[in-house]
């Protein structure tokens, strides 16, 4: 089967309950009905608007039930999904807007300010179509993305849809600069498992009408993504609850509040909860120990999470509330999906940052030797199969990360590991030193350069610490000019005006010399010890 999510949405509405809720974002509910056919009217005013089928559509908004409607629409109408970090400042923003060639951006009301201040930089985008905060829940307010939903002919689009149509998810890179992964349509339903889910051992659906099938013989799923969906986690969990006819619930608040996802889920009677590791996990956790009679969590089936550790004890709190709970940490990016996975249950316990390979999966060296169990030797994992085309615009990145080995493409992220006798994985760590805090890649080279230009500066080096609520802590090693001291909180605050808050340091320690090595190399090992001996130290010492 050749699958493509327009055709898909399109096969599903007509074989759903058009009263049931499609998507449901606070206060406010979406019928499948009305989502398939304002998605129908949206995809319309895209293209009247002079949009054609393989155009850019840049989506600069947070969790909503419009994100949800705009993919579907831009799905139906032919449009490349590109997501947009709204952390980004302004100069990252143009970046991403134009290294995209987004033709049509919707972005919410509470970006307004930032849109007014890139526009003129992006002459490349003809439609910005603005739309209500996400903590808005009025369907009568005058927004363009509205009236776009609502006054444009909503029956379905007869077009030629294709398996090549492309879905963007932009990553972070080396230099700090997103790059923009290039998925099929076919490529990234497939390594969704095509209706099916290899971690439960059921199998792909064969064509449409299996699907279709699959569908009406089970309860639909109803999803709740905690992370952004401007992120690949996120994101594919909101497509995943619309291609298999479910529901996808979101927050209305713009900070993660657990106990408004502990309320949202006994209200909606979510089945699945995607997370983000012990950021997410952590603060549910201690709000279901401090009142779990106020909630109910009997509903979830499988708690997902990928991009950050998720320790094992908080993996066993939540089994503790809900002991038929599959929790799965999955081993992935958004160049590769299915890597591995670890599953724990009541009766299985797992070791952190060990992982059950995919079956697509080998291991390598640098120099392409693979890899076998017990070889204690460590490598970097590689998947094959249902693969993205590569790198928008990075011919030399595509190139470094997909790779023909014995004749047949592999995607290598740069994750080393270790192949245990057994056969599992142990994850090492990324590649480039690359720092996972809540979800967010931040790569060190980007921070030491923004703190550079601070006048009192002479050298930084930036590591990434283990967190209990992060995963991993920004944390900054400075050495200044002449060994003048300087105000860590005030760093901080200069600092906001070349980062974004999140690539901000948590942690910022002072040291006389940073000991590069003479051709300029850093010890990032030296640094590190430094750090955690420094962030153990008592507040007065």
């Known amino acids: 089967m050749a699958w493509n999510f327009g055709e898909i949405l399109n096969a599903v509405a007509t074989i759903t309950d058009p009263e049931k809720p499609a998507l449901i974002h606070g206060n406010r509910t979406i019928s499948k009905g009305d989502f398939h056919r304002r998605s129908n009217s949206l995809a319309r005013s895209f293209l009247d608007g002079g949009a054609q089928p393989g155009d850019k559509i840049a989506f600069f908004m947070r969790n909503c039930a419009e994100y949800s409607e705009g993919i579907a629409a831009a799905f139906k109408a032919g449009l490349t999904h590109v997501n947009v970090n709204y952390r980004y400042i302004d100069h990252e923003l143009i970046y991403l807007l134009d290294n995209s060639d987004a033709t049509v951006v919707l972005y919410q009301s509470e970006f307004h300010e930032s849109v007014d201040r890139i526009r003129d930089a992006l002459p490349k985008v003809s439609q910005w ?101 401007m992120h690949g986690t996120g994101l594919l969990s909101a497509i995943g609850a619309m291609a298999m006819g479910g529901t996808c619930v979101t927050l209305p608040s713009k900070h993660f509040d657990p106990a408004q996802a502990l309320r949202a889920i006994g209200d909606h009677q979510v089945t699945a909860v995607t997370i983000v590791g012990d950021a997410f996990a952590r603060p549910i956790l201690d709000t279901l120990d401090n009142a779990a009679s106020a909630y109910d969590i009997s509903s979830v089936k499988i708690v997902s999470s990928s991009g950050v550790m998720w320790t094992r004890e908080i993996k066993a709190g ?42 697509n999966c080998r291991v390598f060296t640098e120099d392409h030797r693979e890899v076998h169990p017990g070889d204690n030797e460590p490598g970097m994992v590689a998947v094959r199969g249902h693969l993205p085309l590569g790198y928008y615009k990075d011919a030399e990145k595509t190139a470094k990360t997909f790779q023909w080995i014995q004749g047949e493409r592999y995607s290598i992220p740069g994750d080393w590991v270790q192949v245990e006798a057994d056969g599992s994985l142990t994850l090492l760590g990324r590649g480039s030193n690359c720092i996972n805090t809540a979800g967010e890649k931040v790569f060190p080279e980007e921070v030491e350069e923004a703190l550079k230009y601070h006048s009192a500066i002479e050298d930084v080096l930036v590591v990434g610490l283990p967190d209990p609520k992060w995963g991993q802590a920004i944390t900054a090693v400075i050495q200044t000019r002449n060994n003048q001291p300087i105000d860590a909180a005030a760093l901080r605050t200069w600092a906001r005006d070349h980062l974004a808050a999140y690539k901000l340091p948590k942690h910022i320690f002072q040291k006389e010399n940073l000991e590069r090595a003479p051709n300029g190399k850093a010890d990032y090992l030296s640094i590190r010890r430094f750090a955690e001996t420094a962030l153990a130290k008592p507040k007065d010492e």
């Open 129 to 229: 179509v603005e739309v209500q905060d996400s903590t808005i829940h009025d369907e009568t307010l005058a927004t363009d993305y509205e009236h776009r939903a609502t006054s444009f002919d909503n029956a379905p689009l007869e077009r030629l849809y294709s398996a090549d149509d492309l879905l963007f998810l932009y990553t972070g890179g080396t230099t700090g600069m997103p790059k923009g992964v290039m998925w099929q349509h076919n490529a990234l339903f497939n390594a969704m498992g095509a209706g099916g889910n290899p971690r439960l051992n059921t199998p792909p659906s064969h064509d449409l009408e299996d699907l279709c099938t699959r569908i009406l013989s089970q309860p639909g799923p109803v999803n709740l993504p905690l992370p952004p969906m």
């Open 318 to 359: 939540l089994l503790a509330h809900n002991e038929e709970l599959l929790l799965v940490d999955g081993f992935s990016s958004s160049e590769a999906i299915g890597l591995g996975s670890s599953v724990m249950t009541k009766d299985q316990t797992i070791d952190v940052a060990k992982f059950t390979i995919g079956p």
